[in-house]
């Protein structure tokens, strides 16, 4: 079936920039979703991905996309302690994402 | 326009016992899909309602059901409830009509079970 997969866990200093990564499995996925997940709170979509683009920015957020690896990147610069939180990688080849298991961000002073 | 809506925020239930969660979407979407989210699972999927009928289902006893109602409000019920149940419950809410529909999330259920 299908699967994501992240690491779990990403540690980096306040002001520095922050590059999650994941893979996935599924070749049909049509789009590739980046979510943020705050304590107690659910998900935020971040930003998105269509398979037939190798990058997007906003703002500070640069998203990767190669699909012959298919591998995924998310780009986070100029890091801030507000930006502390989960990430969740998603692929999404039907009506219904696959989400990776999260990458925790840490920001330290 | 308000968001996803999900109630109660907190319950503990004890074992055997059983739960319904409740998930109110977004204004005009049709589509909920509920998930079980754990430290060591991660995110997995339940299964999603679009119209009042179940359109996916993910790999969970039948412990675990759902329906949705007339105004695309959801329902989610637990029975027999085990101790590995406690998790945290998200809903999400989409127009549910294309693929590319933004999924929007609820701020979850957290259930613990005793």
């Known amino acids: 079936g299908e699967d994501v997969e992240q690491s779990l866990f990403l540690s980096v200093r306040e002001g520095d920039s922050s590059v999650i990564n994941c893979t996935y499995t599924d070749s049909s996925s049509t789009y590739l979703y980046w979510y943020k997940q705050e304590p107690g709170a659910g998900l935020q979509l971040l930003t998105y991905?269509?398979?037939?683009?190798d990058m997007k920015q906003d703002q500070r957020l640069t998203v990767l996309l190669n699909k012959k690896d298919k591998h995924l990147s998310l780009r986070i610069a100029d890091t801030q302690t507000g930006d502390s939180a989960i990430y969740f990688c998603?692929?999404?080849?039907?009506?219904?994402?696959?989400f990776g298991r999260g990458t925790s961000l840490i920001v330290h002073p | 326009k308000a968001g996803v809506t999900q109630t109660p925020r907190y319950l503990i239930k004890t074992r055997g016992q059983q739960v319904t969660l409740s998930c109110s979407p977004i204004s005009g979407h049709r589509s909920v899909s509920w998930y079980q989210q754990t430290p060591g699972q991660g995110l997995q999927f339940l299964f999603e309602?679009?119209?009042?009928?179940?359109?996916n289902k993910g790999n969970f006893p039948g412990r675990f059901s759902g329906r949705q109602f007339s105004n695309s409000r959801s329902e989610m019920n637990v029975s027999t409830l085990e101790l590995g149940d406690s998790a945290l419950y998200l809903c999400?809410?989409?127009?549910?009509?294309?693929?590319?529909?933004?999924?929007?999330f609820g701020q979850g259920t957290r259930l613990t079970v005793v």
């Open positions: 991905i269509f398979s037939n683009m």
């Open positions: 998603a692929e999404r080849g039907s009506y219904i994402p696959t």
């Open positions: 999400a809410s989409s127009l549910g009509t294309t693929g590319r529909d933004e999924a929007f």
């Open positions: 309602y679009f119209s009042e009928t179940q359109r």
